[in-house]
């Protein structure tokens, strides 16, 4: 015969999850299946180097439950030197100090999310000066000032893309 049982398993408040390649520290869980993460880091430093395309959902699963993507840490990209493009979708709303720093072939940034409020010091610096920030049409004059002056050269572009 077979015995089969059924659990809860309960995320606890700034512990740390790996999912997939990226780690993410729990911000707010609440016991109904909602709550925010924020995204730490790439999984490994061999992940790091190997990452080609950085993909920043808008939520996550950890342990059955779907928690939003409401922020990206401090260093959380840092020398990813081979990453080419950067995704960041719906929900973030805050991108901390250096988060892409030193990824030198980054050239294509979309940020989705329409909900941006803060960036950190020096998140872009170190990218390629040839690099393209694609931001929603609707919120081009404040994401440009917004992003202006993180640490990217002074080549990199801000457009507005199409929804």
């Known amino acids: 015969g077979t015995a089969s049982r059924t659990f809860t398993i309960t995320v606890k408040k700034k512990a740390v999850y790996t999912v997939g390649n990226y780690r993410y520290a729990i911000t707010n869980a609440r016991t109904n299946g909602k709550g925010t993460v924020s995204l730490t880091s790439v999984k490994s430093n061999s992940t790091r180097k190997k990452l080609k395309k950085i993909v920043v959902n808008s939520s996550v699963k950890i342990g059955g439950k779907n928690f939003k ?5 401090n260093n959380a990209f840092k ?5 080419g493009s950067a995704e960041i979708k719906e929900n973030v709303t805050n991108i901390g100090s250096k988060a892409f720093y030193n990824c030198k072939k980054l050239k294509k940034l979309t940020i989705k999310s329409t909900k941006l409020k803060k960036v950190g010091k020096n998140a872009f610096q170190k990218i390629s000066s040839k ?3 694609n931001v929603p049409k609707s919120k081009l004059k404040a994401y440009k000032k917004i992003l202006q002056g993180k640490g990217q050269k002074k080549g990199v572009e801000i457009s507005g893309a199409k929804k």
Not at 69 to 73: K, L, Q
Not at 79 to 83: L, P
């Open 69 to 73: 993507v409401t922020a990206i840490g």
């Open 131 to 133: 690099a393209v920030i």
């Open 79 to 83: 020398n990813c030197s081979k990453a």
